[in-house]
Nanobody
């Protein structure tokens, strides 16, 4: 089994930056992709960014050019660097790991963009 813990959410002003971190533990050798989803109040949960073991990354159109996902495989960490944040980025952000046994979700971390 895989366990995930997120860090780094908080309150930031529009135009500001935050970095989210996600630490994986357990059967991490089975993970072939990790990513971040987000869910705003009253909205569905959407994929923000995803990175595969080989390093290929994909992004939602709404965050392209502003967010960067990266992974430290040796330390089982995945990061989401978020720049030029907008109020519409406000949501609970979830770390997700895709492995041979299925998909694992973190508990979520709140990101609020407001002046």
């Amino acid at each position: 089994q895989v366990q995930l813990v997120e860090f780094g959410g908080g309150l930031v002003q529009p135009g500001g930056s935050l970095r989210l971190s996600c630490a994986a533990s357990g059967s991490t050798e089975s993970i072939y992709a990790m990513g971040w989803y987000r869910q705003a109040p009253g909205k569905q949960r959407d994929l923000v960014a995803r990175i595969f073991k080989g390093g290929m990354a994909t992004y939602a159109d709404s965050v392209k050019g502003r967010f960067t996902i990266s992974r430290d495989i040796g330390k089982d960490l995945v990061y989401l660097q978020m720049n030029n944040l907008k109020p519409e980025d406000t949501a609970v952000y979830y770390c997700v790991a895709d492995g041979s046994a299925g998909q694992t979700w973190g508990q979520g971390t709140q990101v609020t963009v407001s002046s």
